[in-house]
């Protein structure tokens, strides 16, 4: 009787170690999926001038499966004047100055970019400056210069080259306002570059995206 309970007890015990070894080398047969693609989201961020953003990174995988990848993914920005992460691990995006730039995510070796948008939020008042001005039609290289300043959570930025949407009413084709980066300006001209452009009083008009608030400004066209 004794044997007997010894022999159950050892195949019992073999058994054991049998379906321990079968576990194991079945585990052998599963590997973890490999990272194909990555996204960054939101895919077109929009972070407010000196304010943050928290992104995420999704992947896909190649057995098709996709989820968030939320370690060993870095950062970076190649405008970091623009928008800018405080180290290449952190996922917070910051807003450093109106305009426009491109980031990168990695993740094992995978990346993806997105264009970054730095906006002005929370614009009470914008100012054209000076109030009026003037160029002659007919007098080539004749310009007419402005510059708009909004007014957004009690500080002024000035919106001239990046952020203004201008506009001339009554609208005319021959009049062309083009921003001057170099000296952050809006310079109006006859776009004819002859006297095609009709003589008189033009308002010109600085808005923002996302605000009704506007800045308005005589423009005059001489003979």
């Known amino acids: 009787m004794s044997s007997t309970k010894h022999t159950v007890r050892l195949i019992g015990a073999f058994a054991a170690l049998a379906i321990f070894a079968l576990a194991a080398s079945c585990r052998g047969f599963f590997v ?11 895919s077109s961020p929009q972070v407010e ?5 928290a992104l995420s990174v999704y992947g896909t995988y190649n057995d098709g499966s996709t ?23 952190s996922n917070l995006l910051e807003g450093v100055s109106l305009g426009t730039a491109t980031i ?9 970019t997105a264009t970054v948008t730095v906006f002005l939020g929370g614009v009470t008042k914008i100012v054209v400056s000076p109030t009026s001005g003037s160029f002659s039609a007919s007098t080539s290289g004749s310009t007419a210069s402005f510059t708009a300043t909004a007014t957004a959570n009690g500080k002024q ?8 949407i201008w506009t001339i009413t ?3 084709t021959t009049i062309a306002c083009v921003a001057n980066t170099v000296t952050s300006k809006e310079d109006c001209s006859d776009a004819s570059g002859q006297t095609a452009t009709p003589l008189g009083n033009y308002t010109l008009t600085a808005g923002y ?6 800045g308005t400004a005589t423009l005059t066209v001489t003979k």
Do not use: C, M, R, Y
């Open 32 to 42: 973890n999926p490999t990272l194909t693609a990555i996204n960054i989201a939101p």
């Open 157 to 164: 930025q000035d919106i001239t080259v990046n952020g203004a």
């Open 209 to 214: 995206p996302g605000t009704n608030v506007v």
């Open 104 to 112: 990168t995510a990695n993740a094992q070796a995978v990346t993806a």
């Open 170 to 172: 009554p609208a005319n």
């Open 67 to 89: 989820a968030q990848v939320k370690s060993g993914v870095s950062w970076s920005s190649d405008t970091p004047a623009v928008a800018a992460f405080a180290n290449p691990t």
């Open 49 to 53: 001038i000196n304010n943050s953003e």
